[in-house]
C-alpha cells in the first residue's frame, strides 16, 4: 500500500480509509489512525499468519508456492466479497468506479504475501538432511 501511494496507483482507491471510516461510524465515535493501523497490522501479520499456518496441509497444491496462491486466492475472494462491501466499496472495490484494477491491485497485494508465507512454510516443511 506504501509503493500504491508513492507510486500514484488508483489514487481513489484508500481501503483504509474506508476501514477507518466504517469502525469509526459502527462505534460512534473517531478512532485514531494508529490503533487501526496496528489492528490491521496484527491482523495481517499474527492472525493470517497463525490460520495460514493451520492450514497448511490442508491447502491444495504439492508447493509451498502453490499453497500460498491458494490460501491468497481464497483470502482475496474473502477480502473482495465481505470486508470490502462492509466497509462501503461494494463487491470487489467497484464502488469507486475504477473497473477492475481495485480488485486486480488486491489481488496482487495478497497473492505476494501469501506466495511468500507459503514459500517459508515450504522451506520449513522440507525434511533436513542429516550428516
Request: with cysteine; aromatic share 16%; hydrophobic share 50%.
Amino acid at each position: 500500500m506504501y509503493f500504491k501511494t508513492q507510486a500514484g496507483i488508483l489514487p481513489s482507491f484508500q481501503p483504509f480509509e474506508h476501514f477507518q471510516s466504517a469502525a469509526s461510524d459502527l462505534l460512534g465515535r473517531d478512532i485514531h489512525p494508529q490503533v487501526l493501523w496496528l489492528l490491521s497490522f496484527l491482523n495481517g501479520s499474527t492472525v493470517v499468519g497463525c490460520v495460514f499456518g493451520y492450514l497448511y496441509r490442508y491447502l491444495p497444491g504439492g508447493s509451498g508456492a502453490a499453497k500460498g496462491l491458494a490460501f491468497g486466492f481464497c483470502g482475496w475472494l474473502t477480502m473482495n466479497t465481505v470486508a470490502f462491501p462492509l466497509v462501503g466499496l461494494g463487491l470487489f472495490a467497484n464502488a469507486i468506479g475504477q473497473g477492475a484494477w481495485p480488485a486486480l491491485f488486491s489481488l496482487a497485494m495478497l497473492s505476494t504475501y501469501s506466495l511468500a508465507m507459503g514459500f517459508v512454510y515450504g522451506a520449513l516443511e522440507r525434511p533436513r538432511m542429516t550428516a
